[in-house]
Structure formats: structure tokens, C-alpha cells
């Protein structure tokens, strides 16, 4: 629910807050693509699940979607599902 509306004004923004973080799952991509357009990393439960136990969160360990995203020092690529290729998201 919370993401549902995060989703929604976050569109109308032309980038996200720098201390979102998102918690979902592989099979929310579609809800979570529009976030991933605007640079946001969206990671697995266990991120918090673990850092409790830890006491130290392991990002990259819980990043979901590595797969459909890639990142260059300038550009975002996400996974086009027609083609299989990379296409580079526009930063407007």
C-alpha cells in the first residue's frame, strides 16, 4: 500500500528522494519499474530481516532486479522485455 502511493507522486517528480528505500519483491517489478526509472534501488525483505540479526545492512547482498537494471556513471539502463536489451532511461 505505501509504495502504491509512493508510486504515484513519485511520478510527477522528476527524481527521488535520495533516502527512499524501497522493500519488495521480484514479482513486483511492474509495480516498481517507475521507480527504478528515476534511480531508485529496490531491495529484497531480507535486507531488513538480516540487518536485525547482523546489525548491518547488506545492500548490494538484497538488491533485487540486477538482472533488468544496469548503471553506468551517467546513464540507467533497464532491460527492455520485448527485445531482451538494455535501453537507456532518459533523465526528463
Not at 533485487?64 to 544496469?70: C, M, Q, Y
Amino acid at each position: 500500500q505505501p509504495l502504491e502511493r509512493m508510486g504515484r507522486s513519485i511520478r510527477k517528480e522528476k527524481e527521488a528522494p535520495d533516502d527512499l528505500l524501497v522493500i519488495s519483491c521480484e514479482e513486483d517489478y511492474q509495480t516498481c519499474a517507475p521507480l527504478i526509472e528515476k534511480g531508485v534501488d529496490v531491495f529484497d525483505a531480507e535486507l531488513l530481516l538480516n540487518g536485525i540479526v547482523t546489525q548491518k545492512l547488506d545492500y548490494e547482498r538484497h538488491r533485487l532486479f540486477l538482472d533488468r537494471v544496469k548503471q553506468t556513471r551517467s546513464t540507467r539502463w533497464l532491460k527492455d522485455g520485448a527485445h531482451g536489451r538494455f535501453v537507456p532511461i532518459s533523465k526528463s
